[in-house]
């Protein structure tokens, strides 16, 4: 251990929430609005030794004894010495693996952080094996994206290999949080939008074209969570179609999961006019932002939607140029940039007899889309070990299926999380067939 590093944060830790922010804590109060990041690490565990990791590092970055004051918008970390929530579980004779970590995530998805008194946003389960461990860190998705986090997971597990990695002993190498206002988005919204970026804000507002899913409840949002991994020979294929088709890899992710969820929609079809899937993406706006360092912790992000009827007889490379040129033209209106905008009006219509079902009625979206890559956030150079990792994205009640895809140099892992009143385990895991099949087939 890194004996004689104590290194509290001194620098104030406090800031506004943005409107994405405000947006996701007025989720959180319907379903836990949580993210949650995996790593398999090939090293034998010492339980003391990670627990002191853990507390070590979050105290030191000031990450703890976090207090949110919905009503003023702000947000303000104590920091200081707090109990962190690290659950030990011994992995062996629990059956599958993956199965047990799936059921793990599940279970974090559906456990909340009490944003209603002064609480640590983070908290770690261990599955211990005979010569390896699992670290699952969970925390709650209004504080940070993914970069930040995958940043702080990283230095713990260089931490507790080497047993001297400090980076909160170098302030410039610390992570904290990083403040934008809505009025940075205003800024960037003259500086960049046109025209069509409100026609196609418009578009997506309303959405009146897009099939409006059927919810057995819409007051249920017991999740699940399905994974599957995207090995390097399927990235490289990936990779080489969309350069020969003259799409991006995202375009393809699109066109995928598009393909694998239609037949689990097939009920469009009988409409006259809903016929479309909408899906949901994400865009980062750390650049526009001039937020580039994933070291300033915050939600940098925007949405956009894609929508297709997805015909049964369409190929997927037909499919996949259609939702490029939908991709164009978001990237050159910029509408993503107008999210802010978006939330406000979808909380100035947003109540409390409307709240389970405004999302499923007014603005139906099928699935969300997060894309990840960690290459360059992620230590790699003279790391001798190689590690297995995955994400997973509470829902919310804004779409009943989420689809984190995270990438780590030629590897991708998908977590699929989802609400049960919708989807089912084994629709799922069919559509997770699909998505492999598919990649097999255009090699």
Request: aromatic share 12%; charged share 25%; hydrophobic share 40%.
């Amino acid at each position: 251990m890194d004996a004689g590093c104590h290194c509290l944060c001194e620098e104030a830790m406090k800031g506004k929430l943005n409107s994405f922010q405000k947006t996701m804590l007025m989720w959180n109060d319907l379903q836990p609005y949580n993210v949650v990041n995996v790593v398999r690490v090939p090293l034998e565990l010492d339980e003391h030794r990670i627990k002191a990791v853990i507390i070590d590092e979050l105290t030191e970055y000031g990450l703890t004894n976090l207090k949110i004051d919905r009503k003023h918008g702000t947000y303000e970390y104590f920091g200081g010495p707090a109990e962190i929530d690290i659950n030990f579980i011994d992995g062996e004779g629990r059956g599958e693996e993956d199965q047990l970590v799936e059921q793990i995530i599940e279970d974090e998805l559906s456990k909340p952080f009490d944003c209603f008194s002064i609480v640590v946003p983070f908290r770690f389960v261990v599955v211990n094996y005979i010569d390896r461990f699992i670290l699952i860190a969970v925390y709650l998705h209004v504080i940070s994206g993914g970069d930040s986090v995958w940043l702080l997971v990283d230095d713990l597990v260089n931490r507790y290999r080497s047993g001297s990695h400090c980076l909160a002993c170098q302030p410039e190498a610390r992570i904290r949080p990083g403040n934008i206002e809505d009025s940075s988005f205003s800024k960037s919204i003259f500086k960049y939008c046109s025209f069509s970026t409100f026609e196609d804000f418009c578009s997506d507002i309303t959405l009146r074209r897009s099939f409006k899913l059927k919810y057995a409840n819409l007051a249920d949002y017991d999740a699940g969570c399905k994974w599957l991994t995207v090995q390097p020979h399927e990235f490289k294929t990936l990779v080489s179609t969309s350069k020969k088709w003259g799409v991006t890899v995202n375009d393809l992710f699109f066109s995928l999961m598009l393909k694998s969820i239609s037949p689990h929609v097939a009920a469009r079809f009988d409409e006259k006019r809903r016929r479309k899937l909408s899906v949901g993406g994400i865009a980062n706006l750390r650049r526009e932002l001039k937020m580039d360092d994933p070291r300033l912790m915050g939600i940098f992000l925007g949405l956009f939607v894609i929508s297709h009827e997805v015909p049964e007889a369409q190929g997927l490379r037909e499919l996949a140029l259609d939702v490029n040129a939908q991709t164009r033209r978001i990237k050159q209106s910029r509408v993503f940039l107008l999210t802010p905008l978006k939330f406000f009006m979808s909380r100035l219509f947003y109540s409390f007899d409307r709240r389970h079902k405004f999302y499923p009625k007014y603005q139906p979206v099928c699935m969300g889309v997060t894309n990840l890559n960690i290459t360059g956030i992620w230590e790699q150079e003279g790391r001798d070990m190689q590690m297995d990792f995955m994400a997973a994205v509470s829902t919310g009640p804004a779409t009943p299926l989420v689809a984190a895809f995270t990438t780590l140099g030629n590897r991708i892992s998908v977590g699929l999380s989802y609400r049960k009143t919708v989807f089912t385990a084994e629709a799922v895991e069919m559509m997770m067939r699909e998505f492999k099949r598919l990649i097999g087939e255009i090699g």
